[in-house]
C-alpha cells in the first residue's frame, strides 16, 4: 500500500482561515473549483476576498473578478476593512476586473457555449499576465441571469466550471447568492454538483441576535463531515471561525 497521504496526493491551497484549513487537512485541493453561497450579506465577498488577500500574502498571485461592483468602490470598501488592495496590485500580486455592463449584455445574446468560451479566454489572459495561481468570480448570476430557460443556465455553468478547470488552472471560488429564504443550495441548483466544494454562509437566530454561520456542506475527495461552524467577520482579518455551532434547539439555522 502506498505511504502517501491525502495532502501528497492532492496539494492544498491554505484559505488563510485557521480553524477552516485544521478542518481541511490544509487548504483547499489545488486547480479544482469552489462554491461560496449564502443569502444577502453573509459574508461571501469577504471570504472570496481573503482567500486572495492571504495568498498574496504567501506570494500568490491571483484575479479577482467583481462582477456587482465596479474596481473602485470594491476597492474603497476593501481597504475600509483594513485591506489595501491598490498595493497588491502595485506588487503584480492582483488583478481586480469588473466586466462592463457591455460585455456583460453583449455576453448574453450569445449562446451559453460560446459565452463560457469567450468569458474564460478573457479571465485566462489576466491570469496569465501575472501568473496568477487563485481566482475568484463574485457572483456568478449577473453574468447569465437574463437567461430565462433553466437548461441553458445549467449548461452555461457547466461548461464554465469544465473549461476554467481545464484551462485557467486556477484554484478557483465562485459565489452564487441563494435567494432570501430559499432552501436551495445555489442559484441555479447546478454549481453546486459541478463544485468540488461548498460552503454555504448563513445566519442562525437566537431570540433578536444573529449568529454567522458556516457549514461545509460538501467536500469531494476529503475526508470531512458536514459540520455547522459559527464565525465572526474581523475588519483586516476576514472570517474568524468560533468553533461548531454550539447545540442548542433555539437556534433556527437561516440560509
Ligand atoms: N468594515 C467592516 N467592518 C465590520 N464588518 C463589516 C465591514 N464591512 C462589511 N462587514 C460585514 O460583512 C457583511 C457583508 O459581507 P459580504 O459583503 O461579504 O456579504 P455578501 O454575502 O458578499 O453579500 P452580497 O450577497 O450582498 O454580495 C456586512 O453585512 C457586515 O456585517
Ligand atoms: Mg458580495
Known sequence: MSSQTVSDILPRAPTGIDRLDEILGGGLIRGKTYLVTGETGTGKTIFALSFIVYGAALGEAG????????????????????????????????????????????????????????????????????????????????LVCMEKDVQVLREFTRILITRLERDVRCTTLITSEIPSGSLSLSRFGVEEFLASGVFVLGLARRGSRFIRTLTIRKMRWLPVKPTVYEFDIVPGRGIVIKGPLEESSTYSLHW
Do not use: C, H, N
Open 63 to 142: 484575479v479577482y473578478v467583481t462582477v456587482d461592483e465596479d474596481v473602485e468602490s470594491f476597492m474603497l470598501g476593501a481597504k475600509a476593512f483594513g485591506w489595501d488592495l491598490e498595493k497588491l496590485v502595485e506588487r503584480g500580486k492582483l488583478s481586480i476586473v469588473s466586466p462592463s455592463e457591455d460585455f456583460i449584455d453583449r455576453i448574453r445574446r450569445k449562446d451559453p457555449d460560446a459565452v463560457a468560451k469567450s468569458l474564460v479566454r478573457d479571465i485566462s489572459e489576466v491570469v496569465e499576465r501575472i501568473g496568477a495561481q487563485r481566482l475568484v468570480i463574485d457572483p456568478i448570476a449577473p
